[in-house]
């Protein structure tokens, strides 16, 4: 059973870093893709970044990139996803997401994923 949880959730300042991880267990995913999605009150819940397991491949939504890094080891068979200049509106639970590899376009897609975590809450204050 495959089974993902999240941890590295804070109360930061703006302009602050945070790194979430995701220990994922249960099988191989190596034909899987590993995303982190975030939810904030009163929102619907929305893609963040996603990484392919196998060629190491990234996905970004806009309102992240060049701020966030999502990284992946497969040693540990663990998923980062490294948050830098923290915004008040990045305040949300994250949750970390699994699901066989499609295509590119499905990545930002929140019902292809068939595996969620616990989720993580990451507060950002001004």
């Known amino acids: 059973q495959v089974q993902l949880v999240e941890s590295g959730g804070g109360l930061v300042q703006a302009g602050d870093s945070l790194r979430l991880s995701c220990a994922a267990s249960g099988r191989p995913f190596g034909d899987y893709v590993l995303g982190w999605f975030r939810q904030a009150p009163e929102k619907e819940r929305e893609f963040v970044a996603a990484i392919n397991w196998n060629d190491g491949t990234t996905y970004y939504a806009d309102s992240v990139k060049g701020r966030f890094t999502i990284s992946r080891d497969g040693a540990k068979n663990t998923v980062y996803l490294q948050m830098n200049s923290l915004k008040p509106e990045d305040t949300a639970v994250y949750y970390c997401?699994?699901?066989?590899?499609?295509?590119?376009?499905?990545?930002?897609?929140?019902?292809?994923?068939?595996?969620w975590g616990q989720g993580t809450q990451v507060t950002v204050s001004s």
């Open positions: 997401a699994a699901g066989p590899w499609s295509r590119r376009a499905t990545v930002p897609v929140e019902r292809r994923y068939n595996y």
